[in-house]
């Protein structure tokens, strides 16, 4: 399945596997057999295409952790400008770092975007004096304090 481009991937999808994928996208721990049930068919064959669907790279269950629960008071979207050669050279180090929870390079205004957690406001200055600004190649960043999170979506 190497050879497979995305949109044959789509393509390959049926009307089971897009069940499967939205009930585990509901509760990543949903029992197959209960998912079996709402399908009427076996668990076996639900922990077939679960399986498929994995090794296609399609799902991959993970924990989700709410920061804000676990002491981090302090998110920010961050936009970093970087010197045009070392852009990639750049998010590899940014993403590396670990206040860091997501990172994009992407085109427009800025050239990288990364998502940070910091324990208080304190804890983000250090972050951006000590790690982020010391990276050679970021040229200026702006930051975008979280207010409120408004949507959340893992797709």
């Known amino acids: 399945m190497d050879n497979v481009t995305r949109t044959q991937y789509a393509d390959m999808l049926d009307d089971t596997d897009r069940f499967v994928i939205d009930a585990m996208r509901q509760d990543g721990r949903v029992a197959f057999a209960q998912i079996a049930q ?3 068919v076996s668990p076996g064959m639900i922990r077939v295409r679960y399986n498929r669907l994995v ?7 993970v924990a ?3 920061p804000l629960r676990m002491g981090y008071s302090t998110m920010a979207m961050i936009g970093i400008r970087t010197d045009g050669d070392k852009m990639l050279e750049v998010a590899e180090k940014v993403s590396a770092l670990e206040e ?3 990172l994009i ?3 427009g205004r800025y050239d990288i975007l990364c ?4 324990r208080d ?8 004096a000590e790690k982020l600004y010391k990276i050679e190649g970021v040229r ?3 930051s975008f304090m979280h207010l409120k999170i408004q949507k959340e979506v893992y797709f």
């Open 38 to 40: 709402q399908l009427n």
């Open 121 to 128: 406001n304190a804890d983000l200055l250090r972050f951006l």
């Open 100 to 102: 860091v929870i997501y």
């Open 105 to 107: 390079v992407v085109s």
């Open 64 to 66: 989700i952790t709410n």
């Open 115 to 118: 998502e940070v957690v910091c």
């Open 55 to 61: 090794e296609m790279g399609l799902v991959k269950v």
């Open 140 to 142: 200026e960043s702006e």
